[in-house]
């Protein structure tokens, strides 16, 4: 089970979350929907830091929200969409790979 834990983790990682995302997107994929206080309350962390990280998270594409009367709701985005956003950040990559010899030049032009 652990080497499992281990896999999701550096999956999350290496799609662009931090230790304490990983640890928040976690909580709330457990819950399907819940508040940011719940969270906050269940990794025992300041609520308005968390909400700051929650947002983050929401502006990323890592999570979603809705507000139900006064209470803000965060959701976990797909697996899918996740996958979404590596692939991406694998393009974006891809394009500086494919420019590196023009990128380089450019540097050489600068010194």
Do not use: P, W
């Not at 834990?5 to 819940?34: C, N, P, W």
């Not at 009367?69 to 950040?89: G, M, P, R």
């Not at 393009?91 to 380089?104: A, G, P």
């Amino acid at each position: 089970m652990q080497h499992n834990a281990t896999m999701i983790t550096d999956f999350l990682k290496r799609a662009g979350m931090s230790d304490k995302e990983q640890e928040i997107y976690l909580v709330v994929l457990k819950h399907g929907t819940i508040s940011c206080n719940t969270v906050a309350d269940q990794l025992a962390r300041e609520r308005t830091s968390t909400y700051k990280l929650m947002m983050h998270m929401t502006s990323n594409g890592f999570l979603s929200y809705s507000k139900k009367q006064k209470t803000v709701l965060f959701s976990a985005t797909s697996l899918d969409t996740i996958k979404q956003l590596v692939q991406l950040k694998h393009e974006e990559l891809q394009k500086i790979t494919d420019n590196i010899s023009i990128i380089e030049q450019e540097f050489q032009n600068i010194q």
